[in-house]
């Protein structure tokens, strides 16, 4: 069973950064494919980035640019870099680890993007 605890989140101005951290525990790490997805009111859960064990990437087409995903095997956790953030960023952001058929979530994660 893996545990993901995420933190970073916070009310930041229009054009703001913000670094998202996730840290994991209970499992292997270097074993886990490590996602960020958020979930905005009204709308659906939606992949936002994710990083492969051999650390390849993926983004979605809105935060390309902008975003940057990246793991540290040594500290058991994965970061989501924001920059440039908009009101469209404004969600819940959720940590995913995924491993075959097993999948788990943190508990998420707010952020606010306003001024």
């Known amino acids: 069973q893996v545990q993901l605890v995420e933190s970073g989140g916070d009310l930041v101005q229009p054009g703001g950064s913000l670094r998202l951290s996730c840290v994991a525990s209970g499992g292997t790490f270097t074993f886990y494919a490590m996602g960020w997805y958020r979930q905005a009111p009204g709308k659906e859960r939606e992949l936002v980035a994710s990083?492969?064990?051999?650390?390849?990437?993926n983004y979605a087409d809105s935060v390309k640019g902008r975003f940057t995903i990246s793991r540290d095997n040594a500290k058991n956790t994965v970061y989501l870099q924001m920059n440039n953030l908009g009101p469209e960023d404004t969600a819940v952001y959720y940590c995913?680890?995924?491993?075959?058929?097993?999948?788990?979530w943190g508990q998420g994660t707010q952020v606010t993007v306003s001024s």
């Open positions: 990083i492969t064990p051999g650390r390849r990437t």
């Open positions: 995913n680890a995924g491993l075959s058929r097993a999948d788990y």
